[in-house]
């Protein structure tokens, strides 16, 4: 953990080491609790930090509460203005991963408690990942992606994560850097928190909202603009696995992962096995309008010190 002076719990500014739950809480025997993680990007020609598409993580983090059945759900305007006190109480200036809990906090409470709900975030230094040259050597999981009839992967559940954790610990220890789950129907899902996206015949393509995905804040950005930078829209729909060793480029998008290009899967070089030509615009103007280089979509960036 970086050496923060403060967090914030229960939308007041605490110092990092009061920031404490209890070992008994629901949230901590049963992942009782959903998150966001959102990016804050620092522009120094600017002197401004700039909050991506803040809002679409709330609402998405409104409705992880919703599907939890969670008895109090945070307003956007309470979460938005809790996030924005803690990074100014910490004086961050530079790039940042804000993580936001929302979490069951009865005392020794049972798997069915849907209250008290708290509040926690970290904002802690954080540079990018897919940046560059760097790209990712992935193998197709063993492990089938987890259902939406089993536990809804369209919402940031806590618990959803132990999926990609086995998936991506198992491509470790095999000699990978990353992986790509299927869905058990054989199916491409997506990356442990990241999806994915594929290039055949120059069209982007990426599996569909009914692939097992998550409802991705960064995917949905890129489908956007897409037609706006690059004249092609993204196609959605079903992949198949063989599909991954055909295309000429690869990469996964998500809040942590950014844009990072994927080399090769399986021992199949994607493509060249280098950075593609799309992938790397692509990349180009994401980290413009994140930044807010680009004057374009200003209402996706939500400044955090008015400069």
Not at 7 to 30: E, F, N, Q, T, W
């Amino acid at each position: 953990m970086s050496d923060v002076k403060y967090m914030s719990l229960d939308g007041k500014v605490v110092p990092a080491a009061d920031a404490r739950i209890h070992i008994l809480s629901p949230a901590v025997k049963y992942a009782t609790n959903v998150f966001e993680g959102i990016r804050g990007y620092w522009n120094q020609a600017r002197n401004e930090m700039f909050l991506f598409r803040l809002t679409e993580h709330l609402e998405r983090m409104r409705f992880s509460m919703k599907v939890m059945r969670f008895a109090e759900r945070f307003t956007v305007e309470r979460m938005r203005d809790a996030i924005l006190e803690l990074i100014r109480a910490n004086g961050t200036r530079e790039d940042t991963y804000v993580r936001l809990y929302a979490f069951v906090d009865e005392p020794d409470g049972e798997m069915t408690a849907t209250g008290p709900v708290r509040m926690a975030i970290a904002a802690t230094p954080r540079g990018g990942r897919g940046r560059g040259n760097k790209g990712a050597h992935c193998a197709v999981s063993s492990w089938a992606r987890i259902a939406d009839h089993s536990l809804p992967p369209r919402i940031k559940c806590v618990a959803n994560y132990n999926n990609s954790r086995l998936a991506w610990m198992q491509a470790k220890a095999d000699g990978y850097d990353n992986v790509i789950l299927l869905t058990a129907a054989g199916k491409v899902s997506e990356g442990p928190g990241a999806c994915v996206v594929l290039v055949r015949d120059g069209v982007p393509i990426t599996p569909s909202l009914t692939s097992d995905i998550l409802e991705s804040v960064t995917r949905r950005t890129l489908i956007e603009i897409f037609p706006e930078t690059f004249d092609r829209a993204v196609v959605e729909r079903d992949v198949g696995r063989s599909e991954l060793y055909a295309a000429e480029e690869a990469f996964f998008c998500g809040t942590g992962h950014e844009i990072l290009p994927i080399f090769s899967i399986d021992r199949h070089p994607v493509g060249s096995g280098e950075l593609g030509h799309l992938t790397m615009a692509v990349q180009k103007r994401y980290f413009s309008l994140v930044r807010g280089e680009s004057d374009d979509h200003a209402e996706w960036r939500t400044p955090v010190y008015g400069g």
